[in-house]
């Protein structure tokens, strides 16, 4: 019979794998499971890894206070580990977590504490991420140019990590600044590309972003109306990841493939 330890490794990938590909049923019947083990767990690395797991999966069930105390708690833990990726992933879930309760203050800090992370132990991933996430806080309050030079730096940072997945966050943000910016055809027709790119992966949006997409995608069909949105949003759903990198360059003018200057913003 397996022991606790080996017992929440095998639960915590089961919530994670089930948490990224969108199976919201598996992922609460393992984080259920997991949860009750939880107290059981005497190694500190895999009990703060199992409380980050409990903090990405949370928002499945609208439990957005449930997330901020797994991620902080999470975050205490790792910080005490010597462990620099672990408690950068930590961050990101506090900071998500701020940014959707509105502390955007606390999720700046932290959101600027994983950039730099990232950045030290070069994490394209983590360090694109980072600045998906600054850049879509800087749209929500207002800063459209901040927000443009960090989504900029974002993709072209995951254009290197090779990640289709971090591409569709990026498609996912560069729709709320096309959006915000008063061109809703160019917002529909980025979040359609995002949207076909994570079906043919077999993924959803994460948790914790799911409320604020679905906020965005709703507000661009009653600006556009149904059918023009059922078109824009079809015409971006064909896109592959090279043709969406291509469409969101054109809407500046430039090369987003080339970029590789990354700014501290």
Do not use: K
């Amino acid at each position: 019979m397996l022991g606790p330890h080996a017992r929440a490794e095998l639960e915590w990938a089961a919530t994670a794998t089930a948490n990224e590909v969108g199976d919201d049923a598996a992922a609460l019947a393992a984080r259920q499971r997991l949860d009750a083990l939880l107290d059981t767990v005497e190694d500190p690395f895999m009990h703060a890894a199992c409380e980050l797991a409990l903090a990405w999966t949370a928002p499945i069930t609208g439990d957005f206070d449930g997330a901020l105390r797994a991620a902080a708690a999470s975050l205490q833990q790792f910080r005490v580990q010597d462990e620099p990726f672990w408690t950068a992933q930590a961050v990101a879930a506090l900071g998500g977590a701020e940014t959707a309760a509105g502390r955007y203050d606390d999720a700046l800090r932290h959101l600027r504490e994983m950039r730099d992370i990232a950045g030290r132990f070069g994490y394209a991933w983590l360090a694109a991420w980072s600045r998906v996430q600054m850049g879509t806080l800087a749209i929500t309050q207002g800063q459209l140019d901040q927000a443009r030079r960090l989504l900029d730096d974002a993709l072209a940072l995951t254009i290197e990590a090779h990640s289709t997945n971090s591409v569709t966050l990026c498609l996912i943000a560069f729709a709320r600044l096309a959006f915000s910016g008063g061109e809703p055809e160019r917002a529909a027709l980025l979040a359609g590309a995002a949207e076909g790119l994570r079906r043919r992966l077999g993924l959803r949006a994460w948790p914790m972003l799911r409320n604020d997409e679905a906020d965005l995608i709703g507000q661009i069909r009653l600006t556009l109306g149904p059918d023009r949105f059922s078109e824009m949003t079809q015409a971006g759903y064909g896109l592959s990841r090279q043709e969406a990198v291509a469409a969101v360059s054109r809407q500046h003018g430039t090369d987003l493939a080339d970029t590789r200057t990354v700014s501290s913003a």
